[in-house]
């Protein structure tokens, strides 16, 4: 049974940085691209991030030099750690594990950006 697990959302005031974890388990981790993707209240889930199975980060250019994803193929994880955070990012973040014509998907976790 494949499950991403997503951790790390939660409440930030702008500027701040939180730091999402998702943990893969029922795949054959490394050979899945790995990204995570987010939707706010009202707009279309959208690509945030993504790392090659030989971690070649793309990003969203909204959020270059902010977010950082990161895999880690001996524990099955993929991080993304965000910085500099603004009240437009605030969504329910998600994992998502493609290989051809497969992807699977996490639950997702919130993530807050506020004063």
């Known amino acids: 049974q494949v499950q991403l697990v997503e951790s790390g959302g939660g409440l930030v005031q702008p500027g701040g940085s939180l730091r999402l974890s998702c943990a893969a388990s029922g795949i054959a981790f490394n050979f899945y691209t790995m990204a995570w993707y987010r939707q706010a209240p009202g707009k279309q889930r959208e690509l945030v991030a993504t790392?090659?199975?030989?971690?070649?980060?793309n990003y969203l250019d909204s959020v270059k030099g902010r977010f950082t994803i990161f895999r880690d193929n001996t524990k099955n994880t993929v991080d993304l750690q965000m910085s500099s955070l603004k009240p437009e990012d605030t969504a329910t973040y998600y994992c998502?594990?493609?290989?051809?014509?497969?992807?699977?998907w996490g639950q997702g976790t919130q993530v807050t950006v506020s004063s």
């Open positions: 790392i090659s199975t030989v971690s070649t980060p």
């Open positions: 998502s594990a493609r290989f051809s014509i497969k992807e699977y």
